[in-house]
C-alpha cells in the first residue's frame, strides 16, 4: 500500500495518490492531472477511482478530465448531483482498490454531501481517513458555504457535531488523519500548518472535538468569527457540479505570446485586464497603466478569486519568463479559464516600444514613523479584520484587502493614503486596485507591519481581558 499527499501550497490544498496491488484511487484532484496520471504510469498500476470528499468550493477539480483520460470512476458521497455520470455512493459503501478497501463515511456539515474516506488496510485494520473539509488539523470546516433557504448555518453545524461524533471520534486513535486542507486556506479559521497528524492527538488538541462539549456550545465556536466566503466559492462551487474544459486546451490559448501592438489593442479595445503577476518589488518601479498586480509568488490564485469578480474575464498577462504556463494553470485552478496571452519581451519591450508607465511610490517605515510626527496621516490597514484588532498603528482605518470592492466608497480621491499589510505583498494588491481606479494620490508602505513595529509609531495591541489585573 502506498499513500502520497500531494500538497499544493498556494491553495493550502493535499490531494492523495493511493495504490494496492496496481491500482490507484485519486482522492480531491486538481486541475492540472498529468501528474497523477504520470505517478501511475512509473509503477505500472492503473487509476480505478476518483473519489470527490465535497463539491470544492475554492477551487476547480480536475475530476471530470481524469476520468477522461483514464476511464476511472468518479465517486462522490450521498446527495451529490452532477451534470455528469458519478458514482453517488451510500453511507457505508465499501469499494475495493487492491488489497485494501476505502469506506464512505457520509459526514455532512461542512457542506450536505461531504464525506470522509476510511482506508481498511489489507489486514481489515482501519488505517486513515481522509477527511476532505470535514475535519481539519486544528480545526472543522466551516459549516456556512452551502447555505439554502431552508438551510442555516446552525443546522449545517449540527449535522458537523453529528458527524464528527458519530463517524470520526468512535475510529481509534492510531488512525492517520489526512485533511484536503492547512493553513492559509479559507475553508477554516483555525488550521494548524501541519499537514497530517493521528486522530488521538486531535481528539486532544482540536477546540471542535472536545469530549465534554454540547452541541450548543459547537455550534456557537464554529460559526463565530468566520468572515465571509470570497466570491469566487459559489462559483467554483457550481463548476464542480457541472464540469469544466480540460486544462489542455486552457493552456494552449493562454500561452499565446502578444507583441506590444496586440496585447495594447486587448487591453484598450476587447476589455482585457491586464494582469501583472512580477514581483511587488518590481511591479512598483514601473507597469503598464491599469494593470492590476497579483504576485504569482504570493496566494495567486485565492486573491485572484476574492478579486476578480467575473470568471470570464478576458485577461492578459505579464510573467517573469519561463512562468507563463504556471500562470495560466494557476488561474484555471480557480476557474479563470479566459486567459488570452502574455506580453512577449515583458515590461522591457513595453519600455522599448516606447510606451507609457505608471508607478507606485513607496517609503521604508522609518520614512512613515516621521511623518507620522509632523501631522495627520490617512494610513490604510489592508489586513483583515482579526489582524488588525489584534494591533494596529494608532488612526489606521481598516479597510481589507479582501473587501475592497465592497468597501470603496470609504476611500477618497481627494486625499493621500499610506497602504500598508503585513508584509508588502497585499498592500502593493491594494495600491494597483486604487492607481487604476483613478486614485493618484497611493503611497505604499515597504515592509508592512511587520517592519512598522521596528519603529516608535504609537500602535494599539488589543489584551485579552484575562491577562488583565
Given at each position: 500500500m502506498k499513500?502520497d499527499q500531494?500538497?499544493?501550497?498556494c491553495?493550502?490544498?493535499?490531494?492523495?495518490f493511493?495504490e494496492?496491488?496496481?491500482?490507484?484511487?485519486?482522492i480531491?484532484?486538481?486541475?492540472?492531472?498529468?501528474?497523477?496520471?504520470?505517478?501511475?504510469?512509473?509503477i505500472?498500476?492503473?487509476?480505478?477511482?476518483?473519489?470527490?470528499?465535497?463539491?470544492?468550493?475554492?477551487?476547480?477539480?480536475?475530476?471530470?478530465?481524469?476520468?477522461?483520460?483514464?476511464?476511472?470512476?468518479i465517486v462522490?458521497?450521498?446527495?451529490?448531483?452532477?451534470?455528469f455520470?458519478i458514482h453517488?455512493a451510500?453511507?457505508g459503501e465499501?469499494?475495493?482498490?487492491?488489497k485494501v478497501?476505502?469506506?464512505?463515511?457520509?459526514?455532512?456539515g461542512?457542506?450536505?454531501?461531504?464525506?470522509?474516506f476510511?482506508l481498511?488496510?489489507?489486514?481489515g485494520?482501519?488505517?486513515?481517513?481522509f477527511s476532505g473539509?470535514?475535519?481539519?488539523?486544528?480545526?472543522?470546516?466551516r459549516?456556512?458555504?452551502a447555505?439554502?433557504?431552508?438551510?442555516?448555518?446552525?443546522?449545517?453545524?449540527s449535522?458537523?457535531?453529528?458527524?464528527?461524533?458519530?463517524k470520526?471520534?468512535?475510529?481509534?486513535?492510531d488512525?492517520?488523519?489526512?485533511?484536503?486542507h492547512?493553513a492559509?486556506?479559507?475553508c477554516?479559521?483555525?488550521?494548524?500548518k501541519e499537514?497530517t497528524?493521528?486522530?488521538?492527538?486531535q481528539k486532544?488538541?482540536?477546540?471542535?472535538l472536545?469530549?465534554?462539549m454540547t452541541r450548543?456550545?459547537f455550534?456557537?465556536?464554529v460559526?463565530?468569527?468566520?468572515?465571509?466566503?470570497?466570491?469566487?466559492?459559489?462559483?467554483?462551487?457550481m463548476?464542480?457540479?457541472?464540469?469544466?474544459?480540460g486544462?489542455?486546451?486552457?493552456?494552449?490559448?493562454?500561452g499565446?505570446?502578444?507583441?506590444?501592438d496586440?496585447?495594447?489593442?486587448?487591453?484598450?479595445h476587447?476589455?482585457?485586464?491586464?494582469?501583472?503577476?512580477?514581483?511587488?518589488?518590481?511591479?512598483k518601479?514601473?507597469?503598464i497603466?491599469?494593470s492590476?498586480?497579483?504576485?504569482?509568488?504570493?496566494?495567486?490564485?485565492?486573491?485572484?478569486?476574492?478579486l476578480i469578480?467575473?470568471?470570464?474575464?478576458?485577461?492578459?498577462?505579464?510573467?517573469?519568463?519561463?512562468?507563463?504556463?504556471?500562470v495560466?494553470?494557476?488561474l484555471s485552478r480557480v476557474?479563470?479559464?479566459?486567459?488570452?496571452?502574455?506580453?512577449?519581451?515583458?515590461?522591457?519591450?513595453?519600455?522599448a516600444?516606447?510606451k507609457?508607465?505608471?508607478?507606485?511610490?513607496s517609503i521604508?517605515?522609518t520614512?512613515?514613523?516621521?511623518?507620522?510626527?509632523?501631522?495627520?496621516?490617512?494610513?490604510l490597514?489592508?489586513?483583515?479584520?482579526?489582524?488588525?484588532?489584534?494591533e494596529?498603528?494608532?488612526?489606521?482605518?481598516?479597510v481589507?484587502?479582501?473587501?475592497?470592492?465592497?468597501?470603496?466608497e470609504?476611500?477618497?480621491?481627494?486625499?493621500?493614503?499610506?497602504?500598508?499589510?503585513?508584509?508588502?505583498?497585499?498592500?502593493?494588491?491594494?495600491s494597483?486596485?486604487?492607481?487604476?481606479?483613478g486614485?493618484?494620490n497611493?503611497?505604499?508602505?515597504?515592509?508592512?507591519?511587520?517592519?512598522?513595529?521596528?519603529?516608535?509609531l504609537p500602535?494599539?495591541a488589543f489584551?485579552?481581558p484575562?491577562?488583565?489585573k
Amino acid at each position: 500500500m502506498k499513500i502520497d499527499q500531494i500538497y499544493t501550497g498556494c491553495l493550502a490544498q493535499g490531494a492523495y495518490f493511493i495504490e494496492s496491488n496496481g491500482e490507484v484511487a485519486i482522492i480531491d484532484p486538481l486541475r492540472e492531472t498529468q501528474n497523477y496520471i504520470d505517478r501511475a504510469d512509473k509503477i505500472g498500476a492503473k487509476i480505478k477511482y476518483i473519489f470527490e470528499t465535497h463539491f470544492h468550493a475554492d477551487f476547480v477539480s480536475g475530476h471530470l478530465d481524469l476520468a477522461k483520460k483514464t476511464g476511472a470512476t468518479i465517486v462522490y458521497g450521498p446527495g451529490a448531483k452532477t451534470s455528469f455520470d458519478i458514482h453517488e455512493a451510500k453511507d457505508g459503501e465499501v469499494f475495493n482498490l487492491g488489497k485494501v478497501q476505502i469506506k464512505v463515511l457520509h459526514t455532512p456539515g461542512h457542506t450536505p454531501e461531504s464525506s470522509t474516506f476510511l482506508l481498511i488496510d489489507e489486514n481489515g485494520k482501519d488505517h486513515a481517513i481522509f477527511s476532505g473539509d470535514t475535519l481539519f488539523i486544528g480545526d472543522v470546516g466551516r459549516p456556512d458555504l452551502a447555505v439554502k433557504s431552508d438551510l442555516t448555518k446552525e443546522d449545517l453545524a449540527s449535522m458537523l457535531f453529528d458527524s464528527l461524533r458519530n463517524k470520526i471520534m468512535t475510529l481509534a486513535d492510531d488512525v492517520i488523519v489526512y485533511p484536503a486542507h492547512g493553513a492559509g486556506s479559507a475553508c477554516g479559521k483555525n488550521m494548524s500548518k501541519e499537514t497530517t497528524d493521528l486522530l488521538g492527538n486531535q481528539k486532544k488538541v482540536n477546540y471542535a472535538l472536545r469530549a465534554n462539549m454540547t452541541r450548543e456550545e459547537f455550534i456557537k465556536e464554529v460559526t463565530t468569527g468566520i468572515l465571509p466566503p470570497p466570491q469566487y466559492f459559489s462559483k467554483n462551487a457550481m463548476l464542480n457540479k457541472t464540469g469544466v474544459s480540460g486544462l489542455d486546451e486552457i493552456l494552449e490559448k493562454g500561452g499565446v505570446a502578444l507583441d506590444v501592438d496586440t496585447f495594447e489593442a486587448m487591453a484598450n479595445h476587447e476589455g482585457a485586464l491586464i494582469l501583472d503577476t512580477r514581483h511587488q518589488n518590481q511591479f512598483k518601479k514601473g507597469f503598464i497603466p491599469n494593470s492590476i498586480f497579483i504576485g504569482i509568488d504570493g496566494s495567486f490564485a485565492p486573491w485572484v478569486g476574492a478579486l476578480i469578480t467575473d470568471l470570464n474575464q478576458p485577461i492578459i498577462y505579464l510573467a517573469d519568463a519561463g512562468r507563463e504556463q504556471e500562470v495560466v494553470t494557476r488561474l484555471s485552478r480557480v476557474g479563470y479559464d479566459n486567459t488570452l496571452g502574455y506580453l512577449e519581451g515583458g515590461i522591457e519591450a513595453w519600455l522599448a516600444a516606447g510606451k507609457e508607465v505608471d508607478t507606485v511610490e513607496s517609503i521604508p517605515a522609518t520614512q512613515l514613523a516621521e511623518e507620522f510626527k509632523s501631522g495627520e496621516l490617512n494610513i490604510l490597514d489592508v489586513r483583515n479584520p482579526t489582524e488588525f484588532s489584534a494591533e494596529h498603528i494608532d488612526g489606521a482605518q481598516n479597510v481589507a484587502l479582501d473587501y475592497i470592492n465592497d468597501n470603496m466608497e470609504q476611500i477618497s480621491k481627494d486625499k493621500t493614503y499610506h497602504v500598508h499589510c503585513a508584509g508588502g505583498y497585499r498592500s502593493m494588491i491594494f495600491s494597483s486596485i486604487l492607481k487604476s481606479r483613478g486614485f493618484e494620490n497611493v503611497i505604499d508602505v515597504d515592509g508592512g507591519f511587520k517592519a512598522i513595529a521596528e519603529t516608535d509609531l504609537p500602535i494599539t495591541a488589543f489584551v485579552c481581558p484575562s491577562t488583565l489585573k
